[in-house]
């Protein structure tokens, strides 16, 4: 990772933050209100310089960012994908196994979980139907000792995301629980999964 001044990185999210959940109290509905903090995670968290160095990005890859939340079904077996950014439009309302990949391992395990670099982790599946991604973070949202879902936030260049990032990313989480309780995220969580939609192919 390259050398960033980790207090201005802090400084500044937190001062966005701040904005966000202003933005927050105005939203219309609970969805959009879960929006304004992953759009935030999108856009201000990680290594703008990480593509940069050699072996980020391998022949034909990009370097681009994606947010958003995989909330978890009443009945525990699914994941449905919500309020994301830079997902494909025909991945919107993706469904996947609880335990699918490192999504899964977070549902299980009920922690965060930060993957600096997906190349040394063999077990990563790929959720994005356009790209393998190269780090990756993964925040729980607990609330009463039960667990309602996850802040996902990944990037195709490899190391992306370090520590710092992912430190700020779990304050995310827990902003977007506690929107998520205040909003009534629950009943509509329950009215996905009870439209019985197709799942979306990964």
Known sequence: MTDRDINELRTTVLETLEKTLIKVAQACDVESALSEISHTAWTTLGDPKAADRVGAL?????????????????????????????????????????????????????????????????????????????????????????????????SQARNTYGEPDHDLHRIFAHSATAVFIARGGSKFISGLFSNDPVPSSI
């Not at 994301?84 to 979980?113: C, D, M, N, S, Y």
């Open 58 to 154: 391998k022949s034909g890859e990009q370097q681009f960012s994606v947010s958003g939340y995989f909330m978890i079904s009443q009945d525990n077996r699914e994941n449905i994908l919500i309020a994301e950014h830079g997902f494909p439009e025909e991945q919107h309302r993706l469904r996947i196994p609880a335990g699918l990949g490192h999504p899964g391992w977070v549902t299980k395990h009920q922690a965060a979980l930060l993957l600096e670099n997906t190349d040394d982790h063999a077990n990563f599946k790929q959720i994005l139907k356009t790209a393998r991604m190269g780090s990756a973070m993964y925040s729980p949202m607990i609330w009463d000792g039960h667990f309602l879902g996850q802040l996902i936030t990944a």
